[in-house]
């Protein structure tokens, strides 16, 4: 009767699977639909709750409705949105404050690191496999760098007056030893043979550098420029170290602002976290793919 | 041909190596701005830090300070607070790395078998992640507000008598424990994941026609080839556990009875809030090399297949 000794071997082992697997399959999405409950959850009634009034979310807290918006009226969903703008004059202008430091950070970002990492990668100069050497260092080493000594060096250079916070606040961002890094390891990786091609026909260094180089590399500039979004526009213990006055305020810093405003509006709260993470959101879903290509990048070293 | 490599005039030597002259140009025009900001606000700091802890360097007269030798260290191995930060510290990190690790590993190979609704739940396990930290943090401080917070609502349904959370000297941690986690682990899952994805399907195949079991394959195959991610992951999420900060910052400054105290908020503290930026700097340089042998051990420990 049993004949799986005459079969081959993968035909035995397809069978073994089959009845175990299929009970595991069904553990495993049970599981996997319990915890799926538990990472969204909070983010569906943060989404949810900016939507009702704090009334509503109050009186809804212990039924599932809480879950549910309190009306399928969609024009009546943005109140505490609106009431956000109303509410806090310089709101609006958090908003405009994070794009304005996000978009200053990313380009400072591309250019410095981007040429710092093409000079590390096909330029010898002296010097050249110091900067190499502590560049990696400062990958490996996890040096506590608190805010302390870079708040010191900041007011030593004058940085901290109040007209100048700003550009206090934005200078230290600029480069990375990480991201020089990841340009390096990209433009060791692409042929010379392109360069060279482009170098004989007479094209200079720099000009070969913005004619063929750049417009090959769009895919880590991509990967470093989001990256660069989603930490600047995230920042937080800086920022809100840097900027007490609230027409300079990050989004990230103003949330503070909203949470702990007397008297406090729930709803209002949920609309300013939930208005805070759409840009973020957006980029997710967006820029999957360089997202991914970044992520197994550092994964690889 | 001779052209171009005959004339002297585009070589030049420095210190015994000979250099392209125009590359050296290009190179030090490019690296320069680089160069200039990393010495500035990176390894300028790092100095600061360094000299500042053998002084009473204070934030307010930063214009005359004085050598103190070991006094910040002799102060630092004597305050009974920073110890207590230490140990919030090192308990954070007990608890969180394995709960992420063990999380984000398990998730991602669930989801890298042919399940159903994959995509799905990849996006569901995911979707914290995209939260800022200040976000996360404000948003579970309502959640768990003792009176009137969404969690306590939830377990008054099942009967449990509303909790005190992050009021609570005893939970504070433990809450920051598992809302880290919760925020943080779908990144580690994605990283798995295309660790896992690098695996060669021919290995399972070949592995199959040998009779391996799924055991087998999972010990002998999966595990194996994703140890090098595991030992990234294991170790960014280690030190990034140690500079726990902005968690505690926003929901509890660090209490209840300094519950939630953390090393680098406790170095932030000093430094700013105090002022007291020698102390600040004497510490910080203590845990640098705390964490730099940790780290580094750890690296040669599970970098042993390279």
Known sequence: MDYSHTLPNFVKVKRKISPAGVT??????????????LFLFPVVWMVVSSFKTQD??????????????????????????????????????????????????????LL????????????????????????????????????????????????????????????PGFVSAFYIFMFRQFFVGMPRELEEAARIDGSS????????????????????????????????????????????MPLQVFLQLVNSFNPKDLSMVMAALTFSTIPIAIVYIFCQRYIIEGVSFSGLK | MEKVKKPKSIYYKFLGKTYIKSDSIVGIAFILPAVVLGAIFVIAPMVISLSY?????????????????????????????????????????????????????????????????????????????????AVTSFLWMNLLNPQEGLINAFLGAFGVSPQPFLESPKQAMNVIVFVSAWQGAGYQMLIFLSGLKNIPPELYEAAGVDGAGSATKFFRITLPSILPTFSFVLVTMLIGAFRLMTQPMIMTDGGPVDSTMTMSFYIYRQGIKYRDVAYSSAIALIYTVFMSVIALTLRKVTDVKD
């Open chain 1, 24 to 37: 595991l399959k069904t553990a495993a999405i049970i599981g996997l639909a319990l915890l799926c409950v």
């Open chain 1, 56 to 109: 509503q979310i109050y009186t809804q807290l212990s039924s599932w409705r809480t879950f549910l918006p309190a009306t399928w009226d969609v024009s009546k969903w943005f109140v505490s949105y609106k009431n956000l703008f109303n509410a806090f004059d310089y709101f609006g202008r958090s908003i405009i404050n994070s794009a304005i430091y996000c978009t200053v950070t990313i380009v400072g970002v």
């Open chain 1, 112 to 171: 410095l690191n981007s040429f710092a990492g093409y000079a590390l990668a096909r330029l010898e100069f002296p010097g050249s496999k110091t900067i190499g050497t502590i560049v990696l260092l400062l990958i490996i080493v996890p040096v506590e760098t608190s805010i302390v000594p870079m708040y010191v060096i900041l007011k030593k250079l004058g940085l901290l007056e109040q007209s100048v916070r700003v550009v206090g606040y934005l200078l």
């Open chain 1, 205 to 248: 260094r720099i000009s070969t550098y913005f004619k063929i180089i750049m417009p090959l590399s769009k895919a880590i500039f991509a990967t470093v420029a989001i990256f660069t979004f989603m930490g600047a526009w995230n920042e937080y213990v800086f920022a809100q170290l840097m900027f007490s006055k609230q027409s300079e």
């Open chain 2, 53 to 133: 802890a053998f002084t009473d360097a204070n934030l307010l007269r930063l214009d005359e300070v004085a050598w103190a030798g070991f006094g910040q260290f002799k102060r630092a191995f004597t305050d009974p607070y920073l110890w207590n930060a230490f140990k919030n510290t090192l308990e954070f990190v007990v608890k969180v790395v394995p709960l992420q690790l063990l999380a984000a590993l398990g998730l991602a190979l669930i989801l890298n078998t042919k399940i159903k609704g994959n995509t799905f739940f990849r996006w569901a396990f995911f979707c914290p992640v995209m939260l800022s930290l």
